[in-house]
């Protein structure tokens, strides 16, 4: 298949395109104006255009099979009303700009989050319930909304809503290895809270997967089988890494002072369930944190 990635310099992106080119799928990576991206695959193609803005990139997403959606500024700072802004338009114009691009018979596999279904406590939550009311729920609903406009155009839409992943070149690894490796690794607020993740590898096989699968559309939820609390991580990570974790638990007041309203997210989470891969028969490589861990840091 012929597939346009918006998104794919980044650290998913640079994993997927990998995994993608090797399965023998012709790649085409939309880049920004100045934009150095990370080194990318050989044998993948680049298209200069801002997802943001309309542009002549759109005819170019619109000769391929495939649009895999998964730009987006990251949600890991202090949230002003500024920064706010940006988290939601780099994702809605990039996703109302892709959907443009769609028509009959294309597909659009386009990335969510689960933080769709906002604080759930120990509930375990599947792709049929309903979403949250914070900020970053909020947020997933109306992302999720945008990319399925492309259906009235005739087009398949699958919305995939990642959990945290865990790889070797970026995301949560990249910023608490080091931390830890120093003998600083604890949990933060209670501990209690749920820590839904995936190894980067089983993320690229999920896409690879449904590649496979036109008949799967609608949310689908990307998260290993094991779920843990952020207790548990946190032990975990420490054993992997063969240092101690005997330091107390980040207090919730502090993470707030420091961090605002983001500290909300990291002191609650979700116990999310991936019911519907499991159901269509997708096989983990990394089931347990204690296998992804030990793959990608012991």
Same mark, same amino acid.
């Given at each position: 298949?012929?597939?346009?990635?918006?998104?794919?310099?980044?650290?998913?992106?640079?994993?997927?395109?990998?995994?993608?080119?090797? !399965?023998? #799928?012709?790649?085409?990576?939309?880049?920004?104006?100045?934009?150095?991206?990370?080194?990318?695959?050989?044998?993948?193609?680049v298209v200069v255009g801002d997802p943001a803005r309309r542009?002549?990139?759109?005819?170019?997403?619109? &000769?391929?099979?495939?649009?895999?959606?998964? +730009?987006?500024?990251? $949600?890991?700072?202090?949230?002003?009303? /500024?920064?706010?802004? =940006?988290?939601?338009?780099?994702?809605?114009?990039?996703?109302? #700009?892709?959907? =443009?691009?769609?028509?009959?018979?294309? *597909?659009?596999?386009?990335?969510? /989050?689960?933080?769709?279904?906002? %604080?759930?406590?120990? =509930?375990?939550?599947?792709?049929?319930?309903p979403p949250g009311d914070d900020f970053l729920a909020s947020?997933?609903?109306?992302?999720?909304? =945008? +990319?399925?406009?492309? !259906?009235? *155009?005739?087009?398949?839409?699958?919305?995939? &809503?990642?959990? $945290?992943?865990?790889?070797?070149?970026?995301? !949560?690894?990249?910023?608490?290895?080091p931390l830890f490796r120093l003998w600083a690794g604890s949990?933060?607020?209670?501990?209690?809270?749920?820590?839904?993740? $995936? #190894?980067? *590898?089983?993320?690229?096989?999920?896409?690879? @997967?449904?590649?496979? *699968?036109?008949?799967?559309?609608?949310?689908?939820?990307?998260? !290993? %089988?094991?779920?843990?609390?952020?207790?548990?991580?946190?032990?975990?990570?420490?054993?992997?890494?063969?240092?101690?974790?005997?330091? %107390?638990?980040?207090?919730? @007041?502090?993470?707030?002072?420091?961090?605002?309203?983001? +500290?909300?997210?990291?002191?609650?989470?979700?116990?999310?369930?991936?019911?519907?891969?499991?159901?269509?028969?997708?096989?983990?490589?990394?089931?347990?944190?204690?296998? /992804?861990? /030990?793959?990608?840091?012991?």
């Open positions: 298949m012929k597939i346009f990635m918006t998104g794919g310099t980044g650290f998913v992106g640079t994993t997927l395109t990998r995994t993608l080119l090797g !399965a023998g #799928h012709g790649v085409t990576i939309l880049t920004r104006p100045g934009e150095k991206p990370r080194a990318l695959a050989e044998g993948a193609a542009g002549p990139w759109q005819e170019e997403a619109a &000769r391929h099979d495939v649009v895999v959606n998964l +730009a987006g500024a990251s $949600i890991f700072s202090r949230w002003t009303e /500024a920064r706010k802004k =940006e988290i939601r338009e780099s994702r809605i114009l990039t996703t109302r #700009h892709v959907v =443009e691009a769609l028509g009959e018979g294309k *597909r659009l596999l386009s990335t969510s /989050a689960v933080g769709f279904y906002g %604080p759930r406590g120990d =509930e375990e939550v599947t792709e049929a319930d947020l997933a609903a109306e992302w999720e909304r =945008e +990319a399925l406009r492309a !259906a009235d *155009r005739g087009a398949g839409v699958v919305l995939l &809503r990642f959990g $945290i992943v865990l790889g070797r070149n970026g995301g !949560a690894l990249s910023q608490l290895v949990p933060l607020g209670s501990g209690r809270q749920w820590f839904s993740w $995936i #190894h980067e *590898r089983d993320l690229a096989e999920i896409y690879l @997967f449904l590649l496979g *699968r036109p008949d799967i559309s609608g949310p689908v939820n990307c998260t !290993a %089988p094991g779920g843990v609390t952020n207790e548990e991580f946190t032990f975990r990570l420490g054993k992997a890494l063969g240092v101690p974790t005997f330091l %107390p638990a980040v207090p919730a @007041f502090v993470l707030k002072a420091v961090l605002g309203e983001f +500290a909300g997210a990291l002191l609650t989470g979700q116990r999310v369930v991936p019911k519907r891969l499991t159901e269509a028969g997708f096989s983990f490589l990394f089931p347990t944190l204690g296998e /992804a861990l /030990a793959d990608l840091v012991a």
